[in-house]
């Protein structure tokens, strides 16, 4: 996330034929997007700038004002999925093209499923309601071999309005973190953060 509320993802998904005249970027797209955008409208026009697609992921982008959306390529050809109500999930497979491996998927229709009990409630949403709504799609962490890991390495919530980021780190809440992004920003240098 930036310091005007833009928020930036990616989630890996099945491969895709990549669009004609388009490409990865060099160096690290989410800081180069960041740093050139501070709205949804903005970044999809940085993406077109930079002639960008991908063809194993898709990309999930959201602003201050509220505005969310997903970008994905299939078949070389580029979709954009706009936030419809308060919410917006995306896990591993492609949401235009389900077909295509990865669904279904028990994290999707579980934060999908829990989220519309969340709003049903009526309770005030909360750090923890929040945490308790994604429990469901967590993956334990595991070994990969040659020293990777995979699963839900941690897990990070972004409060754009109040511009704060809450992180777990391997789903451990006593290692909870709670950052004030005004207050890093206004550091205006990097810091590492130890997750072990």
């Known amino acids: 996330m930036n310091s005007a509320g833009l928020f930036f993802d990616v989630a ?7 669009p004609e005249g388009y490409g990865w970027a060099k160096g690290n797209i989410g800081d180069d997007l960041l740093a050139n955008a501070s709205t949804v409208a903005e970044a999809l026009a940085w993406i077109e700038e930079q002639k960008l697609a991908v063809h194993q992921s898709h990309f999930l982008i959201g602003d201050a004002t509220g ?12 979709h954009i999925i706009p936030m419809e109500g308060n919410t917006l999930v995306a896990t591993n497979f492609l949401i235009n093209a389900p ?3 990865g669904f279904p998927c028990h ?8 989220v519309d009990e969340l ?3 009526g ?12 429990a469901g799609a967590v993956q334990p962490a595991a070994d990969w071999g040659e020293g990777r890991m995979g ?3 941690y897990t990070t919530f972004f409060d754009i309005t109040a511009m704060q980021m809450v992180m777990v780190p391997k789903l451990d809440g006593s290692k909870m973190m709670r ?5 890093e920003f206004a550091l205006n240098k990097k810091r590492k953060i130890d997750m072990d």
């Open 12 to 18: 890996v998904t099945p491969e895709q034929k990549m």
């Open 67 to 78: 505005n969310a959306v997903i970008v994905e390529w299939i078949d070389g050809k580029k």
């Open 99 to 101: 077909e295509d491996g």
């Open 107 to 114: 994290r999707y229709q579980s934060i999908n499923s829990r």
């Open 119 to 121: 709003e049903r409630s």
């Open 123 to 134: 309770e005030d949403i909360t750090l923890k309601s929040v945490g308790q709504t994604m």
């Open 151 to 153: 699963g839900t390495l």
């Open 179 to 183: 950052i004030d992004l005004k207050k």
